[in-house]
């Protein structure tokens, strides 16, 4: 007969239920939440385990990977599944989570959780680091403005290396305000110093991964997008087909059907926020800079201007027919915006914005 075992992982201790085939409970138990008391506890009970399934939680990656070396059927499941189980029972105990995951091995109603490689997880948690200390330093530098601001001082947007140095100069016109703002500069210098070396670490890590200088290679893709890429994806060969990527980073949209309601909303949201971020934040940097490549103003500022036809290889825009050749365009100048082509979305946003520049020209001539 074939037997369950179901762990309810907590900080220090572990509750353990085993059930037959039957779902009928043959052994409870509990212990540190330590691999090797673990290991020895399941093999004190002397049965055959079919499946041992851990609930998704910050010890199970290295509970799930001692176990697996020991030689048990450590099965990492979906805490959204395990919850829904749970759910059915009136009162919440460690030891009643313990049966009902010894329940769903029995039963099969579950979805396995794919165990990342230790070294994807240090190089998560390396990001995961950079990205905390960054938002800290972002938070400070708010405190220091808003301090600022109470005397009539306006910091403006300096870059974050120069960002003391500017502090420092306005507080020579206000000294009440030094008492407070040279403690958060003492440790927003600290705090870019030790950015500075989790960044040279990604960089690193970057220059020696073939995965992460492929990735590169795709145009707008970064050393901080393709590390947390590499280190989400980890296996590539357990996605059967590539659009399963996006779904298992949460990038597809969230379906509600029932009877005649059919309901498609925004993005899922169920995967790692990281990678899911990450490509984002790199297209919109992508597209900005070519917003500001293209536009009139900066061919201007650096005294450029836009190739003709000739000289760019393609050939010359054909004449007006005869009966056109005496007519003026008096249209206002056609306005431009990257938007994505072919899509109502791009034949509304330019409509809009003639007319907007139809109706100023005509505020001029007035």
Same mark, same amino acid.
């Given at each position: 007969m074939n037997h369950y075992a179901g762990l309810d992982v907590s900080l220090e201790?572990? @509750?353990?239920?085993?059930?037959d085939s039957t779902g009928q409970i043959v052994k409870e138990a509990r212990a540190a939440s330590e691999p090797e008391t673990l290991i020895a506890a399941l093999r004190e009970i002397d049965l055959p385990l079919e499946r041992v399934g851990l609930e998704a939680c910050s010890l199970t990656a290295w509970l799930h990977d001692e176990l697996h070396s020991a030689g048990l059927p450590a099965v990492c499941i979906e805490t959204r599944h395990a919850n829904a189980a749970?759910? =059915?029972? $009136?009162?919440? =105990?460690?030891?009643?989570?313990a049966r009902a995951l010894a329940q769903i091995m029995r039963t099969g109603w579950y979805r396995q959780v794919h165990v990342k490689s230790r070294q994807c997880r240090l190089w998560r948690s390396l990001l995961v680091a950079?990205?905390?200390?960054l938002n800290e330093m972002r938070?400070?530098?708010?405190?220091?403005? @808003?301090v600022l601001r109470e005397g009539g001082l306006k910091l403006g947007t300096p870059s974050r290396a120069a960002f003391a140095e500017r502090v420092r100069d306005l507080m020579a016109e206000d000294a009440s305000v030094k008492p407070l703002v040279d403690p958060l500069l003492t440790i927003l210098v600290t705090m870019l110093d030790q950015f500075a070396r989790l960044t040279k670490q990604v960089l690193d890590i970057v220059r020696r991964e073939k995965v992460c200088r492929r990735l590169m290679s795709v145009p707008g893709v970064g050393p901080i997008t393709a590390l947390a890429f590499r280190a989400t994806i980890d296996r590539p060969d357990r996605f059967r087909?590539?659009?399963?990527?996006? @779904?298992?980073?949460?990038?597809? $949209? @969230?379906?509600? !059907?029932?009877?005649?309601?059919d309901v498609s909303g925004r993005i899922s949201r169920c995967g790692d926020e990281l990678a899911r971020t990450a490509p984002g934040r790199e297209a919109w940097r992508a597209l900005a800079s070519q917003s500001r490549a293209s536009s009139p103003s900066s061919c201007i500022a650096c005294g450029a201007t836009r190739p003709s036809s000739a000289s760019a290889g393609t050939p010359p825009r +054909?004449?007006?027919? +005869?009966? !056109?050749?005496?007519? =003026?365009?008096?249209? $206002?100048?056609?306005?431009?915006?990257?938007?994505?082509?072919?899509?109502?979305?791009?034949?509304?946003?330019?409509?809009? !914005?003639?007319l907007q520049a139809a109706r100023r020209q005509g505020r001029g001539t007035d």
């Open positions: 201790e572990t @509750a353990i239920c085993v059930v749970m759910k =059915t029972m $009136p009162n919440k =105990t460690d030891r009643n989570d950079r990205r905390t200390v938070s400070i530098e708010n405190v220091v403005r @808003a087909r590539s659009r399963d990527v996006g @779904a298992h980073l949460g990038l597809t $949209p @969230a379906r509600y !059907q029932s009877g005649e309601t +054909p004449s007006r027919p +005869p009966e !056109q050749e005496g007519r =003026t365009n008096n249209s $206002p100048k056609r306005a431009h915006r990257i938007v994505p082509v072919g899509t109502m979305g791009e034949a509304i946003s330019l409509r809009v !914005q003639n």
